[in-house]
């Protein structure tokens, strides 16, 4: 008999075999007695039997599980009945989370992003709220992401690299929406090619260093306040570059933060930027330049209207609190940032009224 892809209570030779806890939601269900018909069998985000299987040895024309959902949800077929519906987040909270939590949900965060890390597995996202750690992180070769939620987490490990990629990890290992500041190094890679994205690295002994072949793709950051450089041995595009990396979209004017000396990297707007201390929106005498300066081919994802369609460059783009532009579009007649069917309300409403000065 030859068995693959499986998961076994014993050793078993066979490719792609296993011995694990598959980690069952629920096996005895509410009732708490085995073998009823109450038992949730569903893998958890946990299991290593999730993306754990053969996609060949799925039966043509079997397109869902035995619950009619999709057989394949995340690129590979799990073992066993049921396919892993959910989304592969760990959450980590500095302020309110705990490393003897299970990650699994914000209300259960872990403490610490290395803790998130350690836990996440290819595809994983390790969602991290907003506080300022203390702690150099190593992905240690995982494709996965670790990004900001809701505002901007601020990484400051003093005489450290903030970040480190030396373990072939490739372009699906990102870093997204952090800001990076009193460190020794932003970030350290070495033969490795991460994607870093919307990423504020501000007040550092340098920004990014790269070697042995290492080729990041950075884009739609911030460099700036870097006392002994922002890139060696690699390039970016789409950012804001205070020693002038030549570049496509890439620039080199002051990005006129809100306030860096007390960590709030926000970017001015005479529309509206995001005060963190005070949980309001606030209203600047001059707008960033690195408002609406991103990558056109990115969309805007979170972005509150007004955003002019184009990603803010720095830790808050493509978030919620990512500071309002200045550009109208043309058809936006009630100024939301968006043409659509409100606009032609508006039309309507008032056509042929004419200002007295036009009658």
């Known amino acids: 008999m030859s068995v693959r892809y499986s998961n076994l209570a014993g050793f078993w030779l066979g490719e792609g075999n296993i011995s694990a806890s598959p980690v069952f939601v629920d096996p005895d269900g509410p009732d708490d007695v085995p073998g009823t018909l109450d038992d949730d069998f569903r893998l958890r985000a946990v299991s290593l039997l999730v993306n754990a299987g053969l996609n060949g040895a799925v039966p043509f024309g079997v397109e869902t599980d035995i619950l009619g959902e999709p057989r394949i949800t995340h690129n590979t077929v799990d073992m066993g009945a049921y396919e892993f519906q959910g989304s592969f987040s760990w959450y980590v909270d500095g ?32 969602a991290v709220y907003p506080g300022i750690y203390h702690e150099a992180l190593d992905f240690r070769g995982k494709a996965i992401t670790v990004t900001g939620v809701a505002d901007a987490p601020v ?65 739609n950051c911030i460099f700036w306040s870097n006392s002994g450089g922002d890139l060696y041995g690699c390039t970016a595009t789409y950012s804001c570059i205070q020693e002038g990396v030549p570049g496509p979209g890439n620039f080199s004017a002051n990005p006129l933060f809100a306030d860096p000396a007390a960590r709030d990297y926000h ?9 963190p201390v005070g949980e309001v929106w606030v209203l600047d005498d001059v707008t960033s330049p690195c408002i609406d300066a991103g990558d056109p081919d990115l969309d805007v994802d979170d972005e509150p209207a007004p955003h002019g369609r184009r990603v803010n460059l720095g830790a808050y783009g493509r978030s919620p609190t990512a500071s309002l532009s200045d550009r109208s579009i043309p058809g936006d007649v009630n100024g939301d940032g968006l043409v659509n069917l409100l606009d032609i309300a508006v039309i309507a409403d008032n056509w042929l009224q004419s200002a007295l000065w036009a009658q």
């Open 95 to 126: 302020a309110h989370g705990s490393d003897l939590n299970d990650g699994m949900t914000p209300e259960t965060a872990f403490a610490t992003i290395q803790r998130g890390i350690n836990a996440a597995s290819t595809g994983f996202t390790v």
């Open 267 to 275: 970017l001015k707007s005479t529309r509206g930027r995001y005060d």
């Open 155 to 219: 990484l400051q490990v003093s005489g450290n690299y903030a970040v480190s990629f030396y373990t072939a990890e490739g372009a699906d290992t990102v870093l997204r929406n952090f800001v990076i500041t009193g460190c020794e190094i932003g970030a350290f890679i070495m033969g490795s090619s991460p994607t870093i994205t919307n990423v504020t690295i501000a007040g550092n002994g340098f920004g990014v260093t790269a070697y042995a072949g290492a080729n990041p793709k950075i884009r």
